[in-house]
């Protein structure tokens, strides 16, 4: 379990994020790796931030 989970029951994009990165540190060709799901994270983000605002709109 990684040391960055909380005690909610539920999991946030920031907690599986974490997550990933912990196990990015652990491989050989991590920066490549950590690149690619920092950008996956990030884009993930906007694409919600989107959402959210069209929500609130209507």
Same mark, same amino acid.
């Given at each position: *379990?990684? =040391?960055?989970?909380?005690? =909610?029951?539920?999991?946030? *994009?920031?907690? #599986? ?7 990015? #540190? *652990? +491989? ?7 690149? *690619?799901?920092?950008?996956?994270? #990030? =884009? ?5 931030? +989107? #959402?959210?605002? +069209?929500?609130? =709109?209507?």
């Amino acid at each position: *379990m990684s =040391r960055h989970r909380s005690e =909610r029951p539920w999991r946030t *994009m920031t907690d #599986e994020r974490m997550a990933l990165l912990d196990l990015v #540190e *652990m +491989q050989a060709d991590g920066n490549l790796l950590r690149e *690619m799901l920092t950008f996956a994270a #990030e =884009r993930t983000a906007e694409c919600e931030r +989107q #959402e959210a605002d +069209q929500v609130d =709109r209507s």
